[in-house]
């Protein structure tokens, strides 16, 4: 499949793109999205894509990430997984994302009261791990419990977030991106989402 990336100018710089994100994202939980999802806006973006950003979220019915972030046909590039946890398809699709379409920003974006979080915490406290491929995301969550460790009740809440930035370092190895992140066109970010407030906090 051969692509032509789009000009680097056309998409902005990552900076220019993660505002993009949080500005859709207070236009979200203000009640005033500007973009709904409607046919005429997918006509308008089928003769081509320049999206100015690739969202690693979790599966999560609750968290549509372009509803959350206020985005329209064409904006950005989302991956989804169960507790974002990152495979080949997943390095992959970002791989493409930087290389062939030239996005300025990777966002990591994990959400409070995260399933397969909690199911790794519980297995991990049980000793009973689930059957099937199940198994696959919560050994890869593990290392993120094992860090903050098993104690106390906001155990998933510490370990979510570890493991949002295990994912950003992770993410941040991709081919290319590092060379990308070091002459400035790319940035890597991670974020929280509540599923509450609907608000996204951006981590350091």
Known sequence: MTVIPPSPSALGTPDEALAELIAGNKRFVTGRPEHGHHLSAAATASGGQQP????????????????????????????????????????????????????PLIMVLGHVRCGAVSATVGALRSGAYPDGDVRY????????????????????????????????????GVSGVPEAVAAGRVSVVGAVYDLDTGVVELQQ
């Open 137 to 172: 995301l919560v050994d890869e969550i593990a290392p993120a419990v094992r860090e903050v460790g098993l104690d106390g009740p906001d155990a998933a809440e510490r370990a979510m977030r570890a493991h949002v930035g295990r994912t950003v370092r992770r993410i941040g």
């Open 52 to 103: 100015h950003a690739v969202v690693l979220g979790c599966i999560d019915s609750r968290v549509p990430l372009e509803a959350i972030f206020d985005q329209t046909f064409g904006s950005i590039c989302v991956v989804r997984s169960g507790g974002h946890v990152v495979d080949r398809a997943v390095l992959g699709s970002v791989d493409f994302a930087v290389g062939a379409l030239s996005v």
